[in-house]
Structure formats: structure tokens, C-alpha cells
């Protein structure tokens, strides 16, 4: 791993399913002094961010850029398509799935659900079943890789069902983008989000919607009430190559550094290299007879499924003390039940040798208890 | 003026009206090894940060932070306030007055307006005169510091009128916050938006809203349309010093340096000290004879109007290529016409004295052509 520069209070090193760790020349990018956003210096660097991201989202559409969280760029999709009363689906295995439907609902639209259980991932062919008995489904959102969980979903098959009944796919790559394979034009996927903190290793700040043109004519007739996340107004800017808005130019600094890592050697390198670690993470602990939570799981991240009795918040919080490296939990109901372990970003195998070794050490302990 | 780090393709120094120069302490501070937004090195953070921005805008009441720019917060006081049909009037005397009016027109309220020509600020007494001829005018809108023109309008006495007759103040404070004076709770000012990048010399992507008890009575009833900017939302997250969504962690770290300088002294010292350079600006420009745009400058901007024969485009592009410092335009139809010299952030004289210096040659110069 890049070497981390260490913050005053901060005592550990971040494992957490984003943000992730950001090494030290994003930081130190993120760090130069600012340009003037309605100046040519800014939209030299916001072409090239744009052309970078097209390329991972493997994309010839649009792709905008907004200074906000990925909730922030589900919330343009939703807003921007979506009029009062249409109807969506939203295929659900998680949190982040469950966003969507929230955010939909919110919106008005009329919501129908897919739901697979925790841990699972969602079969292509019940949504086929689905949409071929209900015309009036419009939309179907879902999620590329479920950080909740640690799941993955058939996006490639989902495209093809859409695609061939004619429905619009929009799918949350927020956890996945760069991580888990994700070919945009290729897979029929007509709006995709990311954002920065994943695994392109740059700070939170910045999220992604890439649509294409099907999505587009929609987005010009939709009626819903929205400003900040309009992407007519955003439309009007980007032919400038700018925002409409003040961006947040040190992100967009960092960004830059990382993508030009990252589209270097090509996208499928960095699937390739979240793969090579994930596949590490999950034999090294499956030969520990220790349980996967999810059945399909992303390269993102691994979900570890604790015994009942042991409780993962003390595992965490003994990792963190004592060898300064931070998990994350589960969340809502599914806390003290599971550890998420994040490997979306920059690491390497050694940095996951030393870690695991940590970590089976602590759990094994518990077991003994 | 502190030491600022030079970017590779940067060739310019800003002095626009925001964003405006970062000196390095933040921007090395903002380069911080990052926390995790769930965790109590976050919490801390994120409190430190929200008691100093209470200091900043002098209020007892709820502050909230945005990833976002500043027109995301001013979408969140119309998206969180006002519901359809509601009737709000907004005392425009620009274009960030103009903003507030388009928001709320896409929110569906009945917008009324009271107008003043660029340039000139608004009189309190034509408020009050609106106000008392429709009592169905439930929400004011307007300013305090408008950077189109470089206006001040008078919050204190829009306070008093607005308390006095019973309706809720709305300014958007993004330009002037920490510039201008500006008390929220001692001028009856119900909501006030700020930003980062402004006054508060940090990198652009955090925005803020400070709302009062008055204002949160009335949000909690609202209804429209809103997922990302909900303050419902956030106040759950704030209650635990957090926020929803993944906020810009590596903004919050150069915000908390920037506040800590700010506030050491008192806001009033930081007001006091845009104040002493505006009025050098003001005294060395006017000595000079050079025609200033507005009646009420604010002390965070001097707007220069140029004669008519002078274009000053011209102007901004030779002071950019011959002595690498940058000043804003105006806009739209203002374009060519005035120039924007940005003073607010942590500057001092002995860089104004070389900067004017600078202009004035170079206005001298085209004056004689």
C-alpha cells in the first residue's frame, strides 16, 4: 500500500467499505493551490475527469458531476426521470437498494419491489417474471454492488431483460465503479451512479450520474420539481465544460490523480486488482472456517457473518485499539452481527496478509470465550 | 498574505469574489489522513466545526452542514420551508437575488418580487410598505451580500421588519458570512445560508444552513419533494454529530483550521479586517477617479464599473497573463462592463497596495488608448 499520511487524532488505518483510505498523492493533489471554476484551468481539468470517467463506467453518454454524496446523484436520477405516479421497480437485497425505494417514493412515483433476503443476491429471471407481467413498470433501480450486505447483482443480465422489454435501467454503481466489472453501453444500462470515495481512492465530495440517450429524452420531458441536481441546468454547463454550481475544485484535483491511475492500464485492471485481493480476503478466511455472509459476494468488499455469540461491535472496536485498523459494522439490524471488510481502493495483498492475520487472531480468541 | 502553494497548470493568484485564495495551513489540513464518517474521531469534528459556525453566523439555533455548494443549502431552506402555493416575496437587487427566485419558482410557490436596479441596495421602508399591503406574504427572501453587483442590503433592519409583521427572514449570507456584519439571532434572522469557500478561506463543497426555532416549526410540517437536502433527515444524524450522507470529510478538516483562525479572535475581528481592506480598495480606487459599481458596497468585493469605451474582459485577461492575478468578470449582461476584485478570505494591504497597483496601470493605460 502508498504510504498514509497520519492524521493528528486519527489512530488507525481505514477498512470501511468507503471512504477508503486515500493515499498520499490524491491527498497531496487534493492540496494544490485552487483554480477559478469559470476559468479555462478549470475546464481543462473537468474534460479531463469526464473523459476518465466515461471510461470507467465504459460509457459513451454523458456522464455529470455533482458536489455531493452518491445519495446526492441517486437523487438526481430520481428527480430528473421519474414524473408523479410512473412506476418503477427497484430490485432490493440491502440498505442501498432500499434507498431507492425510498427516494422513489418520496418522489411520488408508484413503487412495486423485488426483494431478495439479506445475503442474497437477486435472480435475473424473477425479474424477467416480473416485468413480463406488468406493462406499466417503467423503470427498474437497482444496485451493482450492495455495501451492506457485501453483494453482488447480475447487472449484465438485468440489462438484457430490460433492454428487451423495453424498460429503463438505472442502477446505484456507487460501491462497485472500478471494483466489481460494470460495462455501462455494453450491458444495456441506461443511467449509472458512482461517486469519488470508493474504489477511486479519492475523498468523499464528488458524485457521478452517466445516462445515455434513451434516459436523455426522458430527462428532458420530466416535470419534477428539482434545481440543484437538474441536469437541464447542469446540460447548459457541461457544454462549457463546467458546473453549474461552485465545484469542489480540490476534489476535483484529487480525482484527477487517481483516475489517471487507474484508466493508465485500463478499467479491467482495477476490476482485475479488487478481484485479486477479494479472492485472497475470502480463501484466506474460508479456510478458516470462518462464514461469508453473502452467497454472491462483490470485490469490493467481504461481509463475515459471526456466530451468535459473538458480538462483531467488540471485535471492531479491539481491531481498531489495539492494532489501529478500522472495520466497519453492520448496520441497523444487522449490527454486532457482521464485519465489513472494505478492499475497494489501494491496497495490496501484503497490507491483507498482516490485517487477516489480525483479525483471525482477535476472532479466534472469541471463540474460545 | 500567507505562503500559497502554486499548482503545475495555475498561473494566476484569485482574487475573485469566491472561491478565493486558500492559504496552505488549510490546505495542508484539508490533506489530512481521513476518519470515517461513522466514528467518534468524525463526531468531534464534526461538533468542533458546527459550535465555530455558530459563532460565525451569532446564533443559538440548529446548524447543518451540506456536501454541496452553497445553492444546494439555498435549495434545502426552499425545499424544507415552503410548501406549494405558498407566497413568498424576494428583495432582489442581483443575480444571487434572482436565484432565490427561480428556486422558488420550481418549488411551486407564489413568488412576488421587490426590485432594485443593479448596483443599488434595497430600501427597507419599500419592504415594509410590501409587506403591509399583502398579508399573505408568509416567507421573505433576499441577501445580504450580493456579488453580481457587490452589493450590502440591510439584513438588520429587513430583521426588524419581517419580526415586527410576523414573517420568516430568509438570506442567503454565502458571499458575505464572516465578510459582513451579520448577527442572526440579535436581527431576527430566521434562516441563513453560508459557505466554505467564501470568507472562511477553504476549499469550495461545504455549504450551511442556520435555522431557528421559529423556522423549524415550519419544517417539520413541510412536504415537498426532498431526500438529499431533508433536514428531517439530518437532524437524526445531527443529534449523534453526523450527517446522512457521506459528508466531504477532507473539506470538514480545512473548514475546522480556517474556523479556528476565524473565531480565535471573534468573528467581529474577522469582519473588521475585510473591512479595513475594502475600505483601502474603496479610498485607493476612488482617488484615482475610478467609477465604483454599487451604491452600498459589501466589504467582501469591490465592483470597479468601467467607462464605456473600455471593455473589461480585456482587462481581467492582460492582469491574468502579465502579472498572474486573477478578477471576476461580470455576468451575463454585466459581461465587459464592471470588474469583480474579490477581498474576501485572508488577505492583507501590502497585497492590495501591488494588485491596485497593477490595475491601475493597466486601466491608465487602456483609459488613454
Given amino acids: 500500500m502508498k504510504k498514509l499520511k497520519n492524521t493528528k487524532n486519527k489512530q488507525y488505518t481505514l477498512f470501511t467499505p468507503g471512504p477508503t483510505e486515500v493515499p498520499d498523492f490524491v491527498l497531496q493533489a487534493s492540496a494544490q493551490s485552487l483554480v477559478y471554476h469559470r476559468e479555462s484551468n478549470f475546464s481543462k481539468l473537468y474534460q479531463a475527469v469526464n473523459e476518465h470517467l466515461k471510461a470507467v463506467f465504459k460509457t459513451k453518454g454523458r456522464v455529470f458531476i455533482f458536489t455531493a454524496s452518491g ?12 414524473s408523479r405516479n410512473e412506476k418503477a421497480l427497484v430490485a432490493i437485497c440491502g440498505k442501498f437498494g432500499e434507498r431507492w425505494k425510498e427516494l422513489l417514493t418520496r418522489y411520488g412515483a408508484y413503487v412495486r419491489t423485488l426483494d431478495a433476503p439479506y445475503g442474497k443476491t437477486i435472480n435475473p429471471q424473477e425479474l424477467e417474471r416480473k416485468l413480463k407481467t406488468d406493462d ?8 451493482l454492488t450492495e455495501t451492506s450486505t457485501g453483494t453482488l447483482i ?3 443480465a438485468f440489462g438484457e431483460i430490460c433492454h428487451k422489454l423495453n ?22 444500462v441506461d443511467v449509472a451512479i458512482g461517486a469519488s470515495q470508493k474504489a477511486l481512492f479519492t475523498p468523499p465530495g464528488l458524485s457521478f450520474l452517466a445516462c445515455n440517450d434513451k434516459a436523455w429524452q426522458i430527462i428532458e420531458k420530466s416535470r419534477n420539481p428539482r434545481y440543484y441536481f437538474d441536469l437541464l441546468i447542469a446540460e447548459n454547463f457541461h457544454k462549457k465544460n463546467q458546473t453549474p454550481w461552485t465545484p469542489a475544485v480540490s476534489i476535483f484535483n484529487g480525482l484527477l490523480a487517481a483516475l489517471q491511475y487507474v484508466t493508465k492500464k485500463g478499467i479491467e485492471h482495477s476490476w482485475q486488482r ?17 462464514e461469508l455472509y453473502s452467497e ?5 468488499l467481504t461481509v463475515v457473518k459471526m456466530p451468535e455469540y459473538i458480538d462483531s461491535t467488540k471485535i471492531i472496536e479491539y481491531l481498531k ?10 448496520q441497523a439490524e444487522l449490527k454486532g452481527k457482521i464485519i465489513r471488510i472494505g478492499h475497494m481502493g489501494l491496497y495490496d495483498k501484503k497490507t491483507f496478509a498482516q490485517i487477516l492475520n489480525y483479525f483471525t487472531q482477535v476472532y479466534q480468541k472469541m471463540l474460545k470465550k
Fill in 154 to 156: 447480475d447487472i449484465k
Fill in 296 to 300: 454472491k459476494p462483490s470485490n469490493a
Fill in 321 to 330: 485499539n489495539k492494532y489501529h485498523i478500522l472495520f466497519a459494522n453492520g
Fill in 274 to 290: 479488487h478481484q485479486t485481493i477479494a479472492e485472497y480476503v475470502r480463501t484466506y478466511l474460508t479456510k478458516l472456517n470462518i
Fill in 71 to 82: 445519495t446526492g446523484a441517486m437523487e438526481a436520477a430520481v428527480a430528473n426521470l421519474v
Fill in 136 to 143: 406499466t413498470i417503467k423503470y427498474v433501480f437497482t444496485t
Fill in 167 to 188: 424498460r429503463l435501467l438505472i442502477v446505484d454503481c456507487i460501491a462497485g465503479l472500478a471494483a466489481d466489472e460494470f460495462q455501462m453501453d455494453n450491458w444495456h
